[in-house]
Nanobody
C-alpha cells in the first residue's frame, strides 16, 4: 500500500530556511502527482505546492518565489525547500499523493491544488516560525 512519511520539520526564526522531506513507498511515481499541504490551528488545510511526473509544478500564491517543490525519483523522496519563512508559514505540513493517470487528470490536479484530489496522506511534520 502507499505510505508517505514526512520528516525535517522544526523551529526556525523568521527569514530562515527549512527543508522538509517525504519518503514515499508503494506507488509508481509515473502514475502520481505529489503535493505538500499545510494546516494551521483553527484554519482549513491549504495547498502549498504540487509536482507531476514531468516535473511540472504549481504553487500557492502565498509561497511563490519562496518555496520550491522537488522530487528524487531514484530515492522515492519528495522535498519542499522553504526560504524566507514567515510566522504565517507556521503549520503542520503534510505530504500527499494523487493518482494522475491521464493528461486531463494530471493537469486538473496541478491547476486546482486541492486536498480533495489527493487520496494518500502522510502523518505530517510541524514547522514553527518565530518572529
Amino acid at each position: 500500500q502507499v505510505q508517505l512519511v514526512e520528516s525535517g520539520g522544526g523551529s526556525v526564526q523568521s527569514g530562515g530556511s527549512l527543508r522538509v522531506s517525504c519518503a514515499a513507498s508503494g506507488l509508481t511515481y509515473s502514475s502520481y502527482c505529489l503535493g505538500w499541504f499545510r494546516q494551521a490551528p483553527g484554519k482549513e488545510r491549504e495547498g502549498v505546492a504540487v509536482i507531476d511526473r514531468n516535473g511540472t509544478t504549481n504553487y500557492a500564491d502565498s509561497v511563490k518565489g519562496r518555496f520550491t517543490i522537488s522530487q528524487d525519483n531514484a530515492k522515492n523522496t519528495l522535498y519542499l525547500r522553504m526560504n524566507s519563512l514567515k510566522a504565517e508559514d507556521t503549520a503542520m505540513y503534510y505530504c500527499a499523493a494523487a493518482t494522475c493517470m491521464t493528461t486531463d487528470r494530471r493537469l486538473g490536479v496541478l491547476t486546482r491544488l486541492e486536498s480533495a484530489d489527493f487520496g494518500y496522506w502522510g502523518q505530517g511534520t510541524q514547522v514553527t516560525v518565530s518572529s
